[in-house]
């Protein structure tokens, strides 16, 4: 799959036909999940319908990391094979992936509010999460502010690859900080046991947020390799 | 030349249709030209025609987009060239003679201090900073390089510039003794240094 | 060998020459004192946020040092000659950050010493507090080499070099401010030496992959 995509004129013939086909599917799993969950899905025991902001949430949790995984891979690639499309997907997956984490940060707070009785709580979890938002900013401000393309795909690569060994540090070094700082009787964001019915929504809206990614991604892509088209078309021109 | 050995006749470098590219914009294309012991190529070129690149690639800073560049009879590969820049890489509180250990602990030489203040007229500025030396003193000690460590292959981009008329002589004599001793000397430059070269190569597109 | 060696008294000399840790230290000195003038000169309450905000502070100062260590090079043509030295860059990059702690991680960590007690830090914890900062400063400085070397040729990157490093400096923080506020100190000096230790491990490797890309 991805040797043959490799091909840069193979690839965009693959997403002009894989966008629209994933940004479909996606509304459609909303369509079908988003009512599902707020609407058919039981309120929980404890926390009754707030309990609904995790259909939000952990979809949001789960494909920031993912989107930051597939970035550090798609960042080996390129620095091992010095590949462009590698270079573009990596870049392109960023904002997504940062958007996603601010989604899981915001709507936590949210969650928060009514569950905890306060607005932020650093528990292990969120404060993991706003590291990984911090390293993404980072990430996407070294991509800007470097002109070469070429070297900005390589440095930000490198940057990549630190943070997915810093990241789990992170996590680890939060968790052992929280358990140190915090009573054990607060509760944590996922401590709600999560029953079968509550299991399909989320699942479905999971499934929404990964299509969603996906579909993003391709389009930043498409939209970084016509900028380059055009640029190197215009720098023939200037050249002939 | 009591600081440098001879090298013998077996050191080659061999470029093979190289290109070069920075960014999206194409340097040059399909460049091939070979130097052994001994030779002296000047490379000619507009200003950005990409001459500072080619001696960049050839030095292993740069990597090229097609083609290759083959040292050949160098022991060590670590220790085939010296790569003279634009950019003297001298630091401007540090003096003279500090910059002289430092680059024989980092190339592994001697500072050669006697040599480099007679050959290259840095006597009397031996213990100041750099900051308050002219350009063209700044020049020479940037070459002072090539004494300190012995390196079979010199690739000098512009050496010539901001020398005057007694420097111009002083480089030249070094390059030919360099020659003499089976070196291997490329210079990038805007116009002709003095000694006839063995061969002479245009980059341009 | 020679190289590195050459390499760390160059560049000792040379952050010598600058002031050495003279103006790390005013800025340590001066961010620390602003602490008790924003929370009040109430003990208690330094007590439990003095030696935090030492650490923070400290962090901060390591940071104002990264800004031209690699960029310097980069522009005057010495990052070409450490590339074409016999030595691996890893082992200059190292060369480079060993000078950076013994000029101004130490004498920050030593500092450390009065501006505790300052903060009303109890007085026996003191030598644990100079320990975790010159452990901390390591750390600090090896993870920075690599927000150094990924902004080398960024004008006026300071703000950039920061949000880089600040996610890396998370976890020595962590450890590091605990262990100077007397919490489970034994497992967060081990697990903080760790941090060091990895620091060291990871950061030159990948300051020299980016600094070779910043030479091209």
């Not at chain 1, 070429?150 to 990549?160: D, M, P, S, V």
């Amino acid at each position: 799959m991805f040797a043959f995509l490799a091909n840069p004129a193979r690839f965009m013939a693959f997403s002009a036909w894989a966008a629209p086909i994933l940004f479909a599917g996606a509304l459609i799993l909303f369509a079908v999940g988003v009512p599902w969950a707020l609407f058919y899905s039981p309120p929980d025991y404890q926390m009754g319908d707030t309990v609904r902001i995790m259909y939000v949430h952990v979809p949001a949790a789960w494909w920031s990391m993912g989107a930051y995984a597939f970035m550090a891979g798609a960042s080996f690639v390129g620095l091992v094979w010095r590949h462009v499309l590698a270079d573009v997907a990596a870049r392109a997956a960023a904002p997504v992936g940062a958007v996603f984490a601010a989604v899981c940060l915001i709507t936590g707070s949210l969650w928060g509010a009514p569950t905890w009785g306060t607005w932020w709580e650093w528990d292990g979890r969120m404060t993991s999460m706003l590291v990984l938002f911090i390293t993404y900013l980072g990430y996407i401000a070294l991509w800007s502010s470097i002109e070469d393309e070429e070297r900005a795909a390589r440095l930000a690569a490198i940057l990549c690859l630190v943070g997915a060994i810093n990241l789990p540090i992170v996590k680890f070094s939060v968790d052992w900080w929280s358990t140190l700082h915090q009573p054990a009787s607060i509760m944590r964001s996922g401590g709600a046991a999560i029953n079968g019915e509550m299991l399909g929504p989320l699942l479905t809206l999971g499934g929404a947020y990964l299509l969603l990614f996906g579909a993003l991604t391709l389009m930043n892509m498409r939209a970084a390799i016509f900028r380059r088209r055009v640029e190197s078309a215009e720098l023939r021109k200037a050249h002939a | 030349m009591n600081a440098r050995g001879p090298f013998q006749d077996k050191q080659s470098i061999r470029v093979e249709a190289l290109s070069l590219s920075r960014g999206q914009r194409i340097l040059f294309e399909n460049l091939s030209f070979a130097a052994a012991s001994g030779d002296y190529v000047e490379v000619l070129g507009s200003n950005g025609s990409g001459k500072t690149s080619l001696l960049r690639a050839m030095a292993g800073l740069l990597r090229p987009s097609g083609g290759e560049i083959a040292i050949e009879g160098a022991d060590e590969p670590s220790l085939a060239l010296h790569y003279v820049a634009h950019a003297n890489g001298l630091k401007r509180e540090t003096s003279v003679r500090e910059h002289l250990h430092y680059w024989a602990g980092l190339f592994g030489g001697s500072p050669s201090e006697d040599f480099v203040a007679q050959m290259l007229d840095l006597a009397r500025v031996m213990a100041l900073p750099v900051r308050v030396l002219s350009q063209g003193q700044a020049r020479r000690l940037a070459l002072a390089r090539l004494v300190v460590a012995p390196r079979p292959i010199w690739l000098l981009d512009e050496p010539g510039a901001a020398l005057d008329d007694a420097g111009k002589a002083v480089l030249n004599e070094l390059i030919a003794a360099h020659r003499a001793n089976g070196g291997i000397v490329v210079a990038a430059v805007h116009e002709p240094l003095g000694p006839s070269p063995s061969q002479t190569i245009r980059v341009s597109r | 060998m020679n190289a590195l060696v050459a390499t760390f008294r160059r560049e000792l000399a040379m952050l010598w020459a600058g002031g050495g840790a003279l103006t790390p230290l005013g800025y340590f000195f001066g961010a620390t004192m602003l602490v008790p003038l924003a929370m009040g000169p109430d003990r208690a309450l330094l007590e439990t946020a003095g030696p935090p905000l030492v650490w923070i502070a400290a962090a901060l100062s390591v940071l104002a040092m990264l800004e031209r260590l690699f960029q310097a090079d980069l522009e005057d043509g010495s990052l070409d000659q450490m590339l074409l030295s016999p030595a691996p860059l890893e082992g200059l990059v190292l060369a480079k950050g060993a000078a950076l702690w013994v000029a101004i991680g130490l004498p920050l960590a030593l500092a450390g010493a009065p501006v505790a007690i300052a903060l009303q830090a109890p007085v026996e914890r003191i030598p644990l507090i100079v320990a975790s900062l010159a452990l901390g400063t390591a750390a600090f400085v090896s993870v920075g080499l690599i927000g150094a070397a990924l902004t080398a040729s960024v004008k006026r990157g300071g703000v950039l070099l920061a949000l880089i490093v600040l996610p890396l400096f998370a976890p020595p923080i962590i450890f590091g401010a605990s262990v100077a506020s007397g919490e489970d100190v034994s497992a967060a000096f081990a697990i903080l030496g760790g941090c060091a230790l990895g620091g060291l491990a990871l950061g030159p490797i990948a300051a020299a992959a980016a600094l070779r890309l910043q030479a091209e």
